[in-house]
């Protein structure tokens, strides 16, 4: 494989036993844990000047503090997001000031694809000829995308309220689309019988490949070099499986570790009313989850009721001081055509869960008049511009 210098293994986070990444592929060979990438951090010689002496064009930009090289990623130049300024969003939140990271200027249109560059990479890398995965519907588009560019096949589970982009793009970047009466949950059953029944299948699916994780690090170290290495006090992010947050958490240490920064945001996961997990425990002080019995919400890419990594969300939420907020879909998308409105910003019906949960937060006086927020557009309104204007046509305009 061609790792990168730093690059150690894949550690448990259950059991904590660490494996070779050329022979443990997915989940851990002893208890079936989640894997999570490790380096040699003292081995590395970085400094700001390392990272802002190179053209802010890609996350690979990062590369010694991912397993690849950037010379062997299956990449699209995807990362490399702008920043942008909220000032009137700043202002009726009461805080200093507001960013939207905008992950809708992705390959893809949204952050999928920062997880699926690294996750391809790896199927590459161990001669896979055959991706698959369950999706709400951006991830597995975004797998198809980058499946499509390395020659791979690729098998796609959408749940048939997936929205139509999603459907449409798989079939045009020549995926394998199965559509599954149903939910998130249907389509990972039927995706769990075909990979049954194909052994040479590789996944590519939420916290199954080590991988996802690890390339939503970049989020955060590209905010935080925006901000001129000043760590924002709070990151609002709409949250589904947690793939992002548990990045961007580790990511913040990361910085911290070495030196670059000296502290770590507060995370907060938003989640919708109809799909509240995570919310829940981290209100009932748990350590893990239970799954949510009914869940109904619009926010496709976050009505996960089951999150697997939800010991490792409410771990981030809670060591960097942060929390979780739960808002309606109505909030949820008027807060995305008020943004929209107001700064210009095209925020996805799902991503606006982070705009909504932010003023909630606000309003709870959970931030201070001087903080720097920033709300996660985790991908582009263009995926479901109907939803939105819908919500306008619910309230007669
Ligand atoms: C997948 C997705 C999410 C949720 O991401 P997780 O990292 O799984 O929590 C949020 N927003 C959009 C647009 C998504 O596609
Ligand atoms: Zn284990």
Known sequence: METTPAFEGLRCVDCEETFDPDEATHRCPDCDGILDPTYDYDALDVTRETFESRRFDSMWRYEELLPFTRDSAVSMNEGGTPLVECPKLA???GVGEVYIKDEGRNPTGTFKDRGQTVAVTAAVQHGAEEVALNSAGNAGQAAAAYAGRADLHSHVFLPSRAGFTNKAMVNVHGGDMNIVEGRIGDAGAAYADAMDEHDDWYSVKTFVTPYRHEGKKTMLYETVEQLDWEVPDAVVYPTGGGVGLVGMHKAAEEFRDLGLT??????????AEGCAPVVRAFEEGRDVHEP???PDTICGGIEIPDPGASPM?????????GGAVATSDDDILEAAAVVAKREGVEMGATCAAAASGAWELSEQGEFGEDDTVVLLNTGSANKDADVIRSHLMSKGI
């Open 313 to 321: 969300i409410l771990d981030a939420l809670r060591e960097s001081d």
């Open 292 to 294: 949510w019995d009914a």
């Open 262 to 271: 000296d502290e770590l945001p507060a995370m907060y996961a938003a989640q």
């Open 91 to 93: 202002d009726e939140m």
